[in-house]
């Protein structure tokens, strides 16, 4: 495996993640909607505290992402 098949196999993976953590963001969010009326303190605090690694997830894949493919970029 080359260095370029290398780099490309890990930005499909980001992206797998990128798109993993954005639709369990997204289902939290409609958990939360969906039990709005039921939900005590402690449990919207365990969902702020998820939303906000999950986003923390998301950024780093990001960031990742993006110094992958300068990488990328830099040996074409």
């Known amino acids: 495996m080359s260095k370029k098949d290398r780099v ?4 499909d ?3 797998s993640l990128i798109l993993g953590f954005m639709t369990a963001l997204f289902g939290v969010g409609g958990y939360t909607f969906a039990n709005r ?3 005590y303190l402690i449990d919207y605090a365990t969902i702020g505290i998820v939303s906000c690694i999950l986003v923390g997830l998301i950024c ?3 960031f990742s992402f993006k110094k992958e493919l300068d ?5 074409k």
Do not use: A, I, R, S
Not at 8 to 11: E, I, M, P, S
């Open 37 to 39: 009326n039921e939900l």
């Open 13 to 15: 993976l980001l992206k």
């Open 8 to 11: 490309k196999t890990k930005l």
């Open 71 to 75: 990488k990328l970029e830099k040996m």
């Open 60 to 62: 780093w894949c990001g």
